[in-house]
Nanobody, 119 residues
Framework: VQLVESGGGLVQAGESLKLSCAASGFTFRKYGMAWYRQTPGSERAWVAVINSNGRVTDYKDSVKGRFTISRDNGKNMVYLQMNNLKPDDTGVYYC?????????????WGQGIQVTVSS
């Protein structure tokens, strides 16, 4: 399983970024995907999740109305469109997937990508 994030960077408050996650090594269309965020001194925290067919999504309260998670099962890609970014959105963003395998729960993460929002 491999998850590779791209699209991060440095932006000013109010601007937008779109993160992408390229997935490989598993049957992408069968599993939900999520984006997490980690800031220095804090644990990795869930930001957005999408189910396997893309019809069900959910968001951390602080990003509702500003972030949109989506996926393209034909391209094995998951995205996070981030609008009206705020300095509190700064952090390392991770793409994640998980399922229950024959050996128990399995969880996979990308390498993370930095998003910095300046005020």
């Amino acid at each position: 399983v491999q998850l590779v994030e791209s699209g991060g960077g440095l932006v000013q408050a109010g601007e937008s970024l779109k993160l992408s996650c390229a997935a490989s090594g598993f049957t992408f269309r069968k599993y939900g995907m999520a984006w997490y965020r980690q800031t220095p001194g804090s644990e990795r925290a869930w930001v957005a999740v999408i189910n396997s067919n893309g019809r069900v999504t959910d968001y951390k309260d602080s990003v509702k109305g500003r972030f949109t998670i989506s996926r393209d099962n034909g391209k094995n890609m998951v995205y996070l469109q981030m609008n009206n970014l705020k300095p509190d959105d700064t952090g390392v963003y991770y793409c994640q997937t998980a399922w229950s395998g024959d050996g128990g729960p399995e969880e996979y993460w990308g390498q993370g990508i930095q998003v910095t929002v300046s005020s």
